[in-house]
């Protein structure tokens, strides 16, 4: 009985888990989507337009960061942004699939990638510090710890969900 309720728990967690990659994969492509809107069209005069609608400082850090950028994007490195997001999201969305079916090696790739953000996330954090950074640091640890124990308990039992 009690394995059955942790097996449900941990299915019901896999789910969870999959639910999160997929919905990071969907906001990536539609940002790759995004991308891809602004082909042959003036992306500095937008990107001044968003600073504006947000009433940025466009001398401050970031704005003028951001409008630098758009000021040297070109419609080739539009593709190329654009094909990396539908890479990233492909590999979430089969991540996800293999989550929600069980799957050890979507488990283990789920711990592989999650370990690979950290470093990432703990210099941003030290860097500047954020609420935002902390959460998705937690979030992240708390997958990465999630999906080993998962592992090792099926490893352990000898046995799949």
């Known amino acids: 009985m009690r394995l059955m309720t942790t097996n449900n728990r941990m299915n019901e967690g896999l789910r969870a888990v999959a639910l999160l990659e997929a919905l990071k994969g969907a906001l990536v492509l539609l940002a790759g989507f995004g991308?891809?809107?602004?082909?042959?069209?003036?992306?500095?005069?937008?990107?001044?337009?968003?600073v504006e609608r947000f009433h940025l400082n466009p001398a401050h850090r970031y704005p003028k960061i951001f409008l630098a950028l758009a000021d040297k994007i070109t419609d080739r490195h539009l593709w190329l942004l654009a094909a990396g997001a539908a890479a990233y999201a492909l590999m979430r969305f089969i991540e996800a699939f293999g989550l929600w079916r069980a799957r050890a090696w979507a488990e283990w790739f789920g711990i592989l990638s999650g370990c690979l953000y950290i470093p990432l996330e703990i210099y941003g954090l030290l860097n500047r510090f954020s609420l935002a950074k902390l959460i998705m640091l937690v979030v992240n640890l708390g997958i990465v710890a999630f999906l080993a124990r998962v592992r090792w308990i099926t490893e352990a039992e000898g046995t799949e969900l």
Do not use: I, S
Request: charged share 25%.
């Open 35 to 50: 991308l891809l809107a602004l082909l042959h069209r003036d992306a500095e005069a937008m990107a001044e337009a968003l």
